[in-house]
């Protein structure tokens, strides 16, 4: 089962690994800090050793986006950013698990402080989805 992992972020300035950027990760004790990274750098050798990581990629400054959108018959090209919300798509990782629940576990250990994590199965004919 495929499902993406998108990291909503606004760290400031923009920049990656998010959490360097973001006020609430500065504040937390450097062995906190330390130790998140180490996490997260386990749970990504993890998806890698199981065959479990498709991909992912981080994304750029949303100011340097554009958005199209269909307006008079025509494509209408618009500068970005464009969520109504502080936080915005910092980057995505594609996995494909075994389930459900491991996708779930998996998810939960991308949250980190002043970011939200989101979950959602890809859609194919004919899976699970339909």
Do not use: C
């Not at 749970?43 to 949303?62: F, I, K, R, Y």
């Not at 969520?83 to 995505?92: D, I, M, N, V």
């Not at 389930?99 to 998996?106: G, T, Y």
């Not at 994590?117 to 194919?124: A, C, G, K, T, Y």
Request: glycine share 10%.
């Amino acid at each position: 089962m495929k499902y993406v992992i998108m990291i909503h972020s606004n760290p400031q300035p923009w920049g990656h690994p998010t959490s360097d950027y973001l006020a609430a990760h500065q504040a937390l004790p450097a062995e906190t800090r330390r130790r998140l990274g180490e996490e997260f750098e386990q749970v990504m050798s993890e998806l890698h050793a199981n065959g479990e990581l498709v991909g992912g990629e981080a994304l750029g400054d949303p100011a340097a986006a554009r958005l199209y959108r269909w307006r008079d018959g025509t494509p209408l090209a618009s500068d970005g950013p464009y969520s109504e919300t502080k936080e915005h798509l910092a980057g995505f990782f594609l996995v494909d698990v075994e389930s459900r629940a491991r996708a779930e576990e998996v998810a939960a250990r991308f949250a980190g402080p002043d970011e939200t994590v989101e979950l959602r199965p890809l859609m194919w004919p004919g899976g699970d989805d339909q």
